[in-house]
Nanobody, 128 residues
């Protein structure tokens, strides 16, 4: 099982920035679809951003387009999520996830059920 460890969460004021990191236990980023999800209390887990193997074809939820950027450092086996212009509605637990696509691009259905391995989550809290 692939191990994923998130870090970088915290508390910021609206308009601030945070960068989340997700360290993988092995060289998966070149072969796996990697995604960031979030879950707020009382809400379903939702996809935020995903990136295909090798760092191509980033995709974003409409709610974060233009504010969040997903990237990958293959040499460090680390996935990132740069979050700018944060809003109170971005408050949630953020999870890193991986889907073994054997090198193929991410499936179009950006749903948690399509991802097999998950990190423990990191909390992001944005105050107004």
């Amino acid at each position: 099982q692939v191990q994923l460890v998130e870090s970088g969460g915290g508390s910021v004021q609206a308009g601030g920035s945070l960068r989340l990191s997700c360290a993988a236990s092995e060289t998966i980023i070149s072969n796996y679809c990697m995604g960031w999800f979030r879950q707020a209390p009382g809400k379903e887990r939702e996809g935020v951003a995903r990136i295909s193997p090798g760092g191509g074809f980033p995709r974003y939820a409409d709610s974060v387009k233009g504010r969040f950027t997903i990237s990958v450092d293959n040499a460090k086996n680390t996935l990132y999520l740069q979050m700018n212009k944060l809003k109170p509605e971005d408050t949630a637990m953020y999870y890193c996830a991986a889907a073994d696509t054997r090198g193929a691009n991410c499936v179009s259905d950006f749903a948690p059920r399509n991802y097999n391995d998950w990190g423990q989550g990191t909390q992001v809290t944005v105050s107004s």
